[in-house]
């Protein structure tokens, strides 16, 4: 008998709704996995989800002339949560910049959801070790992070800005609430973490800076239980590489994050592994990487970032805390007994294919249950 999750304001079952749409490239591939692993939970659980599926990137182009058609808007409106695969590839990249997947499907769609934290975790597995760019010795000692960037202020939106024949400029902005804002989700995602938030700014020399450490500071008297450091970016570029394992959470300003989470997005070895999460009026979880043009549609990405990104939205999106750490645990154990796809198997001969890992993840998680 089906579950369903929760009650409407008159009191009616509703069953949880997510946007589905996967994309360009590997996009529907990856998602496909994805949605297996949904269908265990759903089997698990009895908690039923309502699928939408739309359209977005390039295939929308192809097929209504618009990369964010009127009616994905509307589904994702409707929904609870939006869960995406990828955009962009080659076959687009010659489209004026607003008619381009990139621009005018996926940076429109975030911009619509007004999305204002991104969340990337960052796991490095004991049996990839090897993968890491890292030394092992680094490594080893055991990589576990995640940044909390900010997505809506800094310089990437304050005014004035501009550029001309001799000038080109822009204004690095960040204002009390956005900070406060912004810190909470770090020092909330911490408590169920290892209790320390290290918060990144350049407050040496930038007044943006200045503001958002004293906020910071304020906002973690709330949270007693969680330790707070400050560290310069500079430093925390470093840090990055020398000693990972020191971090738990890592908050940041929108520009800073976007460079450090890049950082970080190379530790594991393969972007094939990263999931993230947006938060903002509705909640957009994703894969780190792109559409990957280059291995699409041959049935060899990794779906591992698609199927976390899926955990990551049952953990936020619908409470389902325990269900997420399964699917983490299912995904870890997979990849321990040597079930790899050729982005981090040890050589091609070993790599199995996409839909063959994501059965392997299915079968984990039906075991571990
Ligand atoms: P990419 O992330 O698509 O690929 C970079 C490298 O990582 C490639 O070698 C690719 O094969 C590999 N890779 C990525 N995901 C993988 C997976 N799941 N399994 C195995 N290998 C994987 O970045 P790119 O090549 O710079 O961009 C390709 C296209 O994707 C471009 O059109 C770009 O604009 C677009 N893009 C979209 C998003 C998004 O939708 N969020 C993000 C970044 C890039």
Request: with cysteine.
């Amino acid at each position: 008998m089906a579950r369903i999750l929760s009650e409407n304001p008159q009191g009616v079952m509703v069953m949880p709704k997510i946007a589905v749409l996967p994309g360009d490239g590997i996009g529907p591939e990856v998602m496909r996995e994805a949605l297996k692993v949904l269908e265990v939970v759903e089997k698990k659980t009895s908690v039923m989800f309502e699928k939408v599926f739309g359209h977005i990137g390039g295939e929308a182009i192809d097929l209504f002339g618009d990369p964010l058609p009127e009616e994905t808007k509307k589904i994702c409106l409707e929904s609870d949560a939006i869960l995406l695969g990828s955009v962009g590839g080659p076959k687009w990249d010659d489209l004026p910049p607003q008619k381009r997947p990139e621009i005018g499907g996926l940076l429109a769609l975030r911009k619509m959801l007004n999305l204002y934290a991104n969340i990337r975790p960052i796991k490095v597995y004991k049996s990839l070790v090897k993968i890491s760019p890292l030394k092992d010795r680094i490594v080893e000692k055991g990589i576990d992070l995640v940044t909390v960037r900010e997505l809506s202020g800094d310089a990437y939106y304050g005014q004035p800005r501009g550029l001309d024949e001799e000038k080109g400029f822009d204004t690095m902005v960040y204002d009390r609430k956005t900070v406060e804002r912004i810190a909470k989700v770090a020092f909330e995602l911490a408590r169920n973490r290892r209790r320390r938030v290290t918060s990144v700014d350049k407050a040496n020399v930038l007044y943006s800076s200045m503001l958002w450490r004293n906020v910071v500071k304020e906002v973690a008297k709330g949270y007693p239980d969680v330790e707070l450091e400050h560290m310069y970016v500079d430093n925390a570029a470093m840090q990055l590489i020398l000693r990972p394992y020191h971090f738990d959470v890592i908050l940041t300003t929108n520009i800073f994050g976007d460079i450090l989470s890049d950082e970080t997005a190379a530790l594991p070895g393969s972007l094939g592994l990263l999931p993230s999460a947006s938060l903002g009026d509705k909640n957009l979880y994703e894969p780190a990487g792109g559409s990957a043009p280059d291995i699409a549609g041959k049935n060899i990405a990794n779906p591992v970032a698609q199927i976390l990104s899926l955990a990551m939205m049952l953990e936020i999106s619908f409470n389902m805390v325990e269900v997420a750490r399964k699917i983490e645990k299912a995904v870890e154990l997979a990849i321990e007994e040597g079930y790899r796809t050729r982005d981090i198997a040890e050589s091609e001969e070993k790599a199995i294919s996409t839909s063959k890992m994501g059965d392997a993840i299915c079968k984990k998680l039906e075991e571990i249950w």
